[in-house]
């Protein structure tokens, strides 16, 4: 498996702005994504984050509200823009070494929005 | 796109017993079937998983079945511990796409 690591662990943000999540993993790795879960709900799937390419959205997500950046292929970042306290959440990236392979999550991000 | 059910929503067993949850998924393009543990403030932890080719895996006391025919799975815990208790999601995917989850299922084991 990878060691995967998300900055900021938590952050409590006023409605308006914008917070970045970053997710870095110790070796590279062919995919990565993004997901959300609210409290006390299963994970949602944000978008699918491409090396080198856009990022691939799911319904109810838009690149201006959750822009993502994957530079190489042990880094990303999800921002969350112009936040509401309805984006309060845990964001988590996962990675897979490989296409078959097994999908491990990173820590989360726990975000309030006030 | 895929579509993955899972019951209960909620488990209570004694400990020793045995907790069984199932899963249905609606895509039978889908062939990786893991289940994540995810206790309370941690990260879902990955406890095992099968793909389509197998029809029973087994670790210890954890132990997942899969029906391609009738598209459900399900996770067998036998001699449940009071540790065992925790969230428990089922996940559904194709290689190289994103795993859609179960609303997972909130399991107690009581001493």
């Known amino acids: 498996s990878a060691v995967i690591s998300q900055k900021p662990s938590r952050d409590i943000c006023q409605r308006g702005t914008s917070l970045t999540i970053q997710c870095q993993v110790d070796?590279?790795?062919?995919?990565m994504f993004w997901y959300r879960q609210q409290p006390g709900q299963s994970l949602t799937l944000i978008a699918t984050a491409n090396q080198g390419s856009e990022a691939t959205y799911e319904s109810g997500f838009v690149i201006d509200k959750f822009p993502i950046s994957r530079p190489n292929l042990t880094f990303s970042t999800l921002t969350v823009s112009n936040m509401s306290p309805e984006d309060s959440s845990i964001y988590l990236c996962?990675?897979?070494?490989?296409?078959?392979?097994?999908?491990?999550f990173g820590p989360g991000t726990r975000l309030t929005v006030l | 796109g895929e579509n993955v059910e899972q019951h209960p929503s909620t488990l209570s067993v004694q400990e020793g017993d045995s907790a069984v949850i199932k899963c249905t998924y609606s895509d039978s393009a889908s062939n990786y079937f893991p289940w994540y543990k995810q206790e309370l403030g941690k990260r879902p932890q990955l406890i095992i998983d099968i793909r389509s080719n197998v029809g029973e895996k087994k670790d210890q006391r954890i132990a997942v079945t899969l029906n391609k025919t009738a598209k459900h799975f399900s996770l067998h815990i036998t001699e449940t511990q009071p540790e065992d208790s925790a969230v428990y999601f089922c996940?559904?995917?194709?290689?190289?796409?994103?795993?859609?989850f179960g609303k997972g299922t909130s399991l107690l084991v009581t001493p």
């Open positions: 996962s990675v897979g070494l490989s296409t078959v392979d097994t999908q491990y």
């Open positions: 996940a559904a995917s194709s290689p190289g796409y994103a795993l859609n």
């Open positions: 070796s590279q790795v062919t995919m």
